[in-house]
């Protein structure tokens, strides 16, 4: 697939992140975060969490590594406010400069905020895969149109909601639902400055394998392991500690399999475990203390991609609306049900995506 076709697909809405929880059940923590939370990885590393921006729109976590140099960031929030509510914690962690910024790939919740981090430090450099940089090139415009209309349908759909004073079912609004509402309207009209002000700052540094830095007594290695959720993914792995940022490639507590490679993601996931990590800071969702959860995920896209290549064995076109009711992905789902059965519609969601991606990988084969 061209990375006109894959950005074109997802600006559509295939991925849509602007798009989710707002047409989605969003109850999993990968889709709906309402609490800022810091965790310290270990001395100097740190990842944190983001409340959600408006209803339906994510950020992707952020990791912070501060040497006895400087400083290296993994992501950088879907909006200015976000990255620059980072910027002033990572002042308080450390006087050190931000030296290097990785987008970890090209969604607007991972890169967005990067302007935020060039004001306050002149000397930084954005690095990314190539892929990354090109495919940002494409989507800035379009994203942050998108995103100007949601808000700006939000802000809409509250105002009258406010001046009725009831639901649009006609019902009217309690006072815990107003006040929601009230704090809708005032997200929509924070996102729609915060937008106006964007300015797409795309990487300073390229590359298609990855390198090695050296914060100051702490080795920082930046790569793309393969591609799995983007033509571009990258992670960064700090092997002294063995924390691993692995942005998109893995979301948890479900994975955003909306867009991407499957059974390339297979291996790609593959490579990940096999750095052996004891922490690893998923793109989204809380951070994971073992690799269970990732080999659960390689499981989840080999049984899908498996089912749908036999489908394609046993005939020549097979029925994409058939498979989507009939690819078994329990062992996945009745794990994820047992912690928190409420996100099971987000889960099939996800799942009804993967299949379509994984059918036309296998169509194209
Ligand atoms: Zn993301």
Redesign the pocket.
């Known amino acids: 697939m061209s990375l006109n076709r894959l950005a074109s697909m997802l600006l559509k809405g295939a991925l849509g992140?602007g798009c989710l929880g707002i047409a989605l059940p969003a109850r999993a923590d990968s889709a709906q975060t309402q609490t800022r939370v810091v965790t310290r990885l270990a001395e100097g590393i740190y990842a944190i969490r983001h409340v959600d921006p408006l209803p339906g729109w994510?950020h992707?976590n952020t990791t912070v590594i501060i040497g006895t140099r400087e400083v290296l960031v993994v992501d950088a929030c879907q909006t200015l406010e976000a990255a620059r509510e980072d910027i002033a914690q990572i002042q308080q962690w450390t006087k050190l400069p931000v030296r290097y910024l990785v987008n970890s790939h090209w969604?607007g919740?991972?890169w967005e905020g990067n302007q935020a981090y060039v004001e306050a430090y002149p000397g930084l450099a954005t690095l990314a895969h190539r892929d990354t940089a090109e495919l940002m090139t494409q989507a800035g415009p379009v994203m942050k149109r998108d995103a100007l209309k949601d808000a700006q349908a939000l802000i809409e759909r509250s105002t009258q909601a406010l001046a009725s004073g009831t639901k649009r079912d006609g019902s009217p609004l309690n006072e815990a639902e107003r006040r929601r509402v009230e704090q809708q309207a005032a997200q929509g009209r924070a996102m729609v400055v915060q937008l106006n002000a964007f300015q797409p700052q795309r990487p300073t540094l390229t590359f298609s394998e990855g390198l090695t830095l050296d914060l100051g007594g702490r080795e920082v290695q930046v790569f793309h392991p393969g591609r799995g959720n983007t033509a571009g993914d990258v992670v960064v792995f700090v092997p002294k500690e063995r924390i691993l940022a692995a942005g998109?490639l893995i979301v948890q507590p479900v994975p955003?399999t909306f867009d991407g490679y499957p059974s390339e993601w297979i291996r790609t996931l593959e490579r990940l475990v096999a750095l052996d990590p004891a922490v690893i800071v998923p793109?989204?969702g809380d951070v994971l203390r073992d690799t269970g959860y990732v080999l659960r995920l390689r499981d989840l896209l080999q049984t899908v991609v498996s089912q749908v290549r036999a489908a394609f064995g046993e005939s020549l076109q097979p029925d994409l609306e058939a498979l989507r009711k009939t690819v078994d992905a329990k062992a996945f789902k009745e794990q994820l049900l047992a912690a928190d059965p409420g996100d099971a519609p987000f889960f099939d969601y996800a799942l009804k995506e993967l299949i379509a991606l994984a059918y036309h990988e296998a169509k194209a084969r």
């Open positions: 992140l994510v992707g969604h919740d991972h998109d955003y793109g989204h």
